[in-house]
Nanobody
Framework: QVQLVESGGGLVQAGGSLRLSCAASVSPYSMSAMGWFRQAPGQEREFVATVNWSGSRTYYGDSVKGRFTISRDNAKNTVYLQMTSLNPEDTAVYYC???????????????WGQGTQVTVSS
């Protein structure tokens, strides 16, 4: 069956760092592009980052640009989100997603993980 499983979430102090991982079992075509989205309490799910198959193209949401880095290891079928300079506004459930095309919108992603909680304390 198709699965995307996030890990690495937890509690971190403001200014700290955290790395999220997403292990995927979807087909290579379906995960040509991988992305991260997040949803904070009382807010809509928002785009965080995406990366193409080769890793040569990346896009980031305005709120995380310069602080977060997305990467992938295709041999391990895993995508990562390295988060630095975390602040309380980054507190959210983070979701991993897969798409056959590079995209920044939720509609383009056909496979989703269950999410992992990231909480940043002040």
């Amino acid at each position: 069956q198709v699965q995307l499983v996030e890990s690495g979430g937890g509690l971190v102090q403001a200014g700290g760092s955290l790395r999220l991982s997403c292990a995927a079992s979807v087909s290579p075509y379906s995960m040509s592009a991988m992305g991260w989205f997040r949803q904070a309490p009382g807010q809509e799910r928002e785009f965080v980052a995406t990366v193409n198959w080769s890793g040569s193209r990346t896009y980031y949401g305005d709120s995380v640009k310069g602080r977060f880095t997305i990467s992938r290891d295709n041999a391990k079928n895993t995508v990562y989100l390295q988060m630095t300079s975390l602040n309380p506004e980054d507190t959210a459930v983070y979701y991993c997603a897969a798409s056959p095309m590079l995209a920044t919108t939720m509609a383009k992603y056909g496979y989703w993980g269950q999410g992992t909680q990231v909480t940043v304390s002040s």
